[in-house]
């Protein structure tokens, strides 16, 4: 790590996210966590003021078909697989109290 970058402890990084370490991973994950922060200390030097700021890294557009009728699947079909099933309808379990 570069001497004028952030000082942590990985130990209290792990506390917060709720993660039980053993000595050799903190001291692997203390390795690995100054690498990644060494990488965004290089990105911030990077110049991007000719970028434009945007959402997505390629243009969203909706994309929608058209709202045709068609046959469906037959309701003994659909109820036959069904584990079980009364008066044409698929019986499922109460979850709500």
Same mark, same amino acid.
């Given at each position: 790590?570069?001497?004028?970058?952030?000082?942590?402890?990985?130990?209290? $990084?792990? &506390? +917060?996210?709720?993660?039980?370490?053993? !000595?050799? *991973?903190?001291?692997?994950?203390? @390795?690995?966590?100054?690498? %990644?922060?060494?990488? $965004?200390? &290089? +990105?911030?030097?990077?110049?991007?003021? !000719?970028? *434009?700021?945007?959402?997505?890294? @390629?243009?969203?557009?909706? %994309?929608?078909?058209?709202?045709?009728?068609?046959?469906?699947?037959?309701?003994? !079909?659909?109820?036959?697989?069904?584990?079980?099933?009364?008066?044409?309808?698929?019986?499922?379990?109460?979850?709500?109290?």
């Amino acid at each position: 790590m570069k001497p004028d970058s952030p000082t942590f402890d990985v130990r209290q $990084v792990a &506390q +917060l996210a709720r993660l039980a370490l053993t !000595d050799d *991973e903190a001291v692997r994950f203390q @390795q690995q966590l100054g690498q %990644v922060l060494a990488h $965004v200390e &290089q +990105l911030k030097s990077v110049d991007v003021s !000719d970028v *434009e700021p945007t959402a997505y890294a @390629q243009p969203v557009f909706n %994309v929608f078909r058209e709202d045709a009728i068609r046959e469906s699947l037959p309701r003994e !079909d659909v109820t036959a697989n069904a584990p079980k099933s009364a008066n044409g309808l698929i019986v499922v379990t109460k979850v709500v109290e």
